[in-house]
Antibody
């Protein structure tokens, strides 16, 4: 059974850097084709895809936020870390991580999400 | 990149069929057979209902079906049930990244 869980601060100040960790089980990020992605959802708004890292360390970012995002993995800890710089109140959202299966371009399953508020 | 276009709301009565649309461009929906659909109930994480345009994960009722024509993908829910009331998001691979739609709120009358 694949599970993922997000962790990180619930509140950050404007201009600070956000660091979120996705801890997963039930699969290995050393398996060919596997990836983990991050998606966010502002309160009452739509999902927005942010970033993804493949088993081979290939990294993908949404073009509009590329300059602010960094995604990394620690296969020994079964973790994926997302950092977002220069946080703004508009970045207030629930942040989800999700598993991308082998030979697939969809996300299943998702973590429960973690709500991050940006406020001074 | 722009979000895929979905109607903000759709409604139907129990037992009816509804179709949710998702319009993109030739660089996303029209360019790849990698459209997926996610159901999200309030306060819950999204759940995949359809992947690769028309495939259903195990456990998803066969009342849910997907299709695509050109730059528009569709999710059809037949035999509408009360528990189908939720937000639905389409998602497409776009070559080097992924893009979601703005979501459709499905109301079961």
């Amino acid at each position: 059974q694949i599970t993922l869980k997000e962790s990180g601060p619930t509140l950050v100040k404007p201009t600070q850097t956000l660091t979120l960790t996705c801890t997963f089980s039930g699969f290995s990020l050393t398996t060919t084709g596997v990836a983990v992605g991050w998606i966010r959802q502002p309160p009452g708004k739509a999902l927005e895809w942010l970033a993804l890292i493949f088993w081979d360390d290939d990294k993908r970012y949404t073009p509009s936020l590329r300059s602010r995002l960094t995604i990394t993995k620690d296969t020994s800890k079964n973790q994926v870390v997302l950092t977002m710089t220069n946080m703004d109140p508009l970045d207030t959202a629930t942040y989800y991580c999700a598993h991308k299966p082998i030979q697939g371009n969809w996300f299943d399953p998702w973590g429960q999400g973690t709500l991050v508020a940006v406020s001074s | 990149q722009s979000a895929l276009t979905q109607p903000r709301s759709v409604s139907g009565s129990p037992g009816q069929s509804v179709t949710l649309s998702c319009t993109g461009t030739g660089s996303d929906v029209g360019g790849y057979n990698y459209v997926s659909w996610y159901q999200q109930h309030p306060g819950k994480a999204p759940k995949v209902m359809i992947f690769a345009v028309s495939k259903r994960p195990s456990g998803v009722p066969d009342r849910f079906s997907g299709s695509k024509s050109g730059i528009t993908a569709s999710l059809t829910i037949s035999g509408l049930q009360a528990e189908d009331e939720a937000d639905y998001y389409c998602c497409s691979y776009a070559g080097s990244f992924w893009v979601f739609g703005g979501g459709t709120k499905l109301t079961v009358l």
